[in-house]
């Protein structure tokens, strides 16, 4: 093979790599849509491995100043397990006004853990009773804990 074919080989691979490598990095993502916000969070997290979960609240979502929270509810052996445990400090949302909001998670390492559930709520105070919106989305555990001496 002559020295220009191979010049030309070696840049179609490497066209092929630089075009392709995205795909490899790129996160899988499953995104849900509220009238009030859209979130997204990946489609797996393996456990210990911090998951980012991003939320758009809409410029219409709001008629008073908020405060946006973020928590998970554990899905154990097939049974839901609400937790406060895994709850994340409030971020300030003010009325009439987008906003793009992020809270990190660390999916827990606990056994049967099947997937957790990202539960969103907005509310002046907190409170889970004084919510005035909410909504959830699944997020699946990629392999399960193994345990010490296996």
């Not at 010049?7 to 009238?35: F, Y």
């Not at 979130?39 to 911090?50: D, F």
């Not at 405060?67 to 971020?91: C, E, M, V």
């Not at 559930?117 to 909410?134: A, F, H, Q, R, Y």
């Amino acid at each position: 093979m002559s020295t220009h074919y191979q010049s030309a080989l070696r840049g179609l691979v490497l066209l092929s790599v630089l075009m392709i490598a995205p795909l490899w990095s790129a996160e899988e993502l499953v995104e849900k849509d509220w009238p009030w916000a859209t979130v997204s969070v990946p489609v797996s997290a393996a456990p210990g491995e911090e998951f980012t979960v991003k939320i758009a609240v809409k410029e219409t979502a709001l008629t008073a100043d908020n405060k946006l929270w973020a928590g998970l509810h554990l899905f154990i052996d097939g049974k839901r397990k609400p937790t406060g445990s895994y709850n994340k400090p409030a971020q300030e949302l003010k009325a009439g006004v987008a906003s793009d909001n992020t809270f990190t998670f660390k999916m827990p390492n606990k056994p049967g853990l099947q997937a957790v559930s990202v539960v969103v709520w907005v509310s002046p105070t907190g409170g889970w009773k004084d919510k005035v919106l909410n909504g959830g989305i699944g997020v699946k555990t990629a392999a399960q804990p193994v345990a010490e001496g296996e």
